[in-house]
């Protein structure tokens, strides 16, 4: 295609904005006087604040404050910050993986539940049970020219 005078082309950009969006949000400035020397993402504070606030009570509470429930306190945040961060089952956060693993469990294990042709259906166990019987007793005869099964046996 030529162009004519006068005729500017259009040129169609695409700008993919996804990336900054799904970063995660990192902290350098806790307080005005309290700087970090590394950026820690938001998700990282928030987690280890909650866990380590969740795992102090609990454990002052029920064994008292020694070294091993501080230490305790400090490690057990710690390794869900590291979880939290590193593992993604399924690709997907963990978070939201165990969010969705316990709908999944609430919808279908629970009531016993299951999905067939795009319908929710109850799931019934029945006790199948079979009758034993002889190989000799259960076999193709032939009636005529073609292979019939004789059922009256069965």
């Given amino acids: 295609m030529e162009k004519k005078k006068g005729e500017t082309s259009k040129v169609k950009?695409?700008?993919?904005?996804?990336?900054?969006?799904?970063?995660?949000?990192?902290?350098?400035?806790?307080?005005?006087?309290?700087?970090?020397?590394?950026?820690?993402?938001?998700?990282?504070?928030?987690?280890?604040?909650?866990?380590?606030?969740?795992?102090?009570?609990?454990l002052f509470s029920t064994i008292g404050f020694n070294h091993w429930?501080?230490?305790?306190?400090v490690l057990i945040p710690f390794g869900l910050v590291e979880v939290f961060n590193r593992i993604e089952p399924d690709g997907k956060k963990v978070h939201r993986f165990i969010i969705d693993y316990l709908s999944y469990l609430w919808t279908f294990v629970f009531p016993k539940k299951g999905?067939?042709?795009?319908?929710?259906?109850?799931?019934?166990?029945?006790?199948?049970?079979y009758d034993r019987k002889k190989v000799s007793d259960i076999q193709v005869k032939r009636k005529g020219g073609s292979h019939e099964i004789d059922r009256t046996s069965c």
């Fill in 13 to 58: 950009l695409v700008f993919d904005y996804r990336e900054p969006f799904q970063s995660p949000y990192m902290v350098k400035e806790l307080t005005k006087k309290l700087r970090l020397r590394n950026a820690i993402s938001g998700q990282t504070i928030f987690v280890a604040g909650i866990s380590f606030v969740m795992t102090a009570f609990a």
């Fill in 69 to 73: 429930t501080l230490g305790l306190s």
């Fill in 115 to 129: 999905i067939h042709q795009g319908r929710k259906l109850t799931i019934v166990k029945h006790r199948i049970s």
